[in-house]
């Protein structure tokens, strides 16, 4: 299994969840470099990791050596995967919001509702169902990441499934692109520290770390 960074910085909400993401990923069996410093993030890029994990940061958490690191690494060939709110990150970085492909525009209340797999090709979705029971934060999005043709939308709320949507019929909820030479993966589920005791989203997660890393092939 291939090392990572993973990054759990925040300067805004702080979920709970995010040490049981991180322990998730280490029990996964990745070699895990954990980084909440920012130099130290930036330091840890110059190390090539297989794959960079941001755990639910949110607001600005890198400095502009970071910036620029990251960018080189992904365009580079480096892999990214983004979890939970990793949306709600970096709104000062124009470069982030196109590296994700959409940001965070906000969410109802933490509640049951169906997520419905569109793409099960992909690894990180081929074990679900098409219809997949699930309780999470419901993200809306500033736009659906489908408007560039190089994403792959894996799946979608279905938001007659719960109160509060915002989103419209095409609502993403995981998504798959290349950024220049790299590969960029982002789920917008993992808000509780139950998910990251789940089998089924611990090997969602697992398949897009190993995919974003390329140690699939």
Do not use: K
């Amino acid at each position: 299994m291939p090392t990572i960074l993973v990054h759990t910085r925040t300067t805004g909400y702080r979920h709970a969840s995010i040490p049981h993401g991180v322990r998730a990923l280490r029990d996964l069996g990745f070699g895990v470099r954990h980084a909440e410093d920012p130099d130290e993030f930036a330091d840890a890029l110059g190390q090539r990791p297989g794959a960079v994990v941001f755990v639910s940061t949110t607001g600005e958490v890198l400095t502009d050596a970071g910036r620029e690191r990251l960018a080189a690494y992904v365009d580079g060939g480096g892999g990214f995967v983004g979890v939970h709110a990793a949306a709600c990150a970096e709104y000062g970085w124009p470069y982030f919001g196109e590296l994700l492909g959409a940001r965070f525009a906000g969410h109802p209340a933490y509640q049951p509702g169906r997520v419905l797999v569109t793409d099960r090709s992909h690894p990180a979705t081929r074990h679900l169902p098409p219809v997949w029971n699930w309780t999470d934060e419901w993200y809306d999005f500033d736009a659906d990441p489908a408007r560039d043709p190089a994403v792959g939308v894996l799946a979608r709320a279905d938001e007659s499934s719960y109160t509060g949507a915002g989103t419209g019929p095409a609502h993403p909820l995981i998504w798959c692109r290349h950024q220049g030479a790299g590969r960029v993966f982002y789920t917008s589920l993992g808000h509780a520290p139950s998910a990251y005791e789940d089998p089924a989203f611990r090997t969602h997660l697992a398949a897009a770390v190993t995919w974003a890393a390329r140690a699939d092939s």
